[in-house]
């Protein structure tokens, strides 16, 4: 004969089997009658074409907007409440199928940008050429392997602390808010955090239009880096980075600059001191070679003017030579010219002695 | 860090830039020709020493123990 219970007594019997048998249900399908009551708690129905169940969730886990006539998966429990109504209580939501996540990445696209969010005088530069990084990921996906390959091959030296998270599914937001934590909180803090996942659909890509998650990329402390691979619609958490790359081979590229150019650069730099010697050598050259041009003119020129000074002094002595005046016909004469005296004539041709015999005053 | 070399203790980028310092010394009003091919040695050594460094230099990589699937912390 079966037990005798009472009704609350079959409720939690009822419930204890239910929580057996269905510990954790995963749902799909539309929503309707969403609505939050004081601010707490939500409800809603979850249907499909056949069928309609009540869910009850508390707000704190509505992690991603969510609106009638959105296709949704949930993670609830089934449960009896004390009114008898069968309830599903939602742990997790997260919407399903194009139109909706499209529609729920809208709705907190326009929420976050409306706070800044994503405002560009937010944006931290990343450092040129970090020593020490942080990466968030899971270190089985192509990804990740992806960006250590191309970190590794175009730079050295860098300490590269890895978180190992879940990059998609239900824990994947959780996991790498606790990894960003993690990080925030080291004394010695990262000089950059890059959040890396290889490509996927957009239903595996959700899990960085989680609100919280971009929250938390938002207050980060350590600049970020988020490298999700996906090419054809940024994911909220790439808005809210410092600096989003395209896949995580970009991620390493835009993180570390690459050595063998840097190499090239360093070779170029050195080669272009002699050229720049030769041309200093040349200059120097062509300046002594001006002053020299300049000395020797100015010699020359000096030695023309004593020249023409010369030259000029001669003239002069060469009229004074008493021998021109012989020339034109005149005499010299030597002597006291006193009557009696022999005196000394000298003209061009003879020199003649003479005595004087008058001497008349003019 | 492991960016630095360990023979003269300086990283890869104190090297980097005292090159470009050095480089812009054939430039500046203290430039002498007297000086120049000394100079000009020391810039090879440290191109020289900052190719070395960048081709040897490895990353460090560690994949750290905290878990994350749980909200248990260290």
Known sequence: MSPKLSVSEYIALTNQTLEYAYPTVEIEGEVAGFKINQGKYVFFDIKDAGASVGCFMMVYALRVPIEDGMKVIISASPKLTQWGKFSLTVRAIRPSGEGSLKKSFEILKAKLDSEGLFALDRKRLLPQSPQHIAVISSTQAAGYADFIKILNDRWGGVAVDVAHVQVQGASAPDQIIRAIKYFNEREVLPEVLVIIRGGGSADDLSAFNDELLVREIAGSRIPTLVGVGHEVDESLSDLVADKSAATPSNAAQIIVPDKYETIRSVQSSVRTLLPRMERIVSEQQTEVRALLRAILQTIDRQVDEKLAENQQSRTILAQLDPRRVLERGYALLRGDVTVGNEIQIETKQAIIKAEVRDVTSK | ?74
Do not use: P
């Not at chain 2, 040695?41 to 905290?66: G, T």
């Open chain 2, 1 to 74: 860090m492991s960016q630095v070399n360990k023979t003269s203790q300086k990283t890869i980028q104190q090297k980097t830039i005292e090159l470009h310092e050095i480089v812009a010394w054939f430039d500046s009003d203290e430039f002498t020709l007297e000086k120049a091919m000394d100079t000009f040695k020391k810039a090879e050594a440290l191109a020289a020493d900052i190719e070395h460094d960048l081709l040897s230099l490895k990353n460090d990589i560690q994949v750290i123990k905290q878990k994350f699937d749980t909200e248990t912390s260290e």
